[in-house]
Nanobody
Framework: QVQLVESGGGLVQAGGSLRLSCAAS????????MGWFRQPPGQEREFVTA????????YYTDSVKGRFTISRDNGKNTIYLQMYSLKPEDTAVYYC???????????????WGQGTQVTVSS
């Protein structure tokens, strides 16, 4: 069992930056691949980025490449999402999720956090 708690969201102006954190409970955190998703207002939840269990592999959706960076610290049971050059279209609730499979479908993630709101003003 893994419990995930996101933090770090807030209100920021366009062009600004934020760093989200996702703290995980459980001794098996280091075996899980982790992802960040977001759900804009009135839209479906969408993939943002993911990182492998050992931090060596990452991949990003095209719209955030070069602006967002995912990382993890298995010693702290935490993953991070550093976001730069934020745009109003990045406004969403951001969720972290854990999966045993690499590059799974959204429905194949095993555990989800409750989300943190990110609002980017123009």
């Amino acid at each position: 069992q893994v419990q995930l708690v996101e933090s770090g969201g807030g209100l920021v102006q366009a062009g600004g930056s934020l760093r989200l954190s996702c703290a995980a409970s459980g001794r098996t955190f280091g075996t899980y691949n982790m992802g960040w998703f977001r759900q804009p207002p009135g839209q479906e939840r969408e993939f943002v980025t993911a990182i492998g269990y050992n931090g060596r592999n990452t991949y990003y959706t095209d719209s955030v490449k070069g602006r967002f960076t995912i990382s993890r610290d298995n010693g702290k049971n935490t993953i991070y999402l550093q976001m730069y050059s934020l745009k109003p279209e990045d406004t969403a609730v951001y969720y972290c999720a854990a999966a045993l499979n690499w590059r799974p479908l959204l429905s194949e993630y095993d555990y989800w956090g409750q989300g943190t709101q990110v609002t980017v003003s123009s």
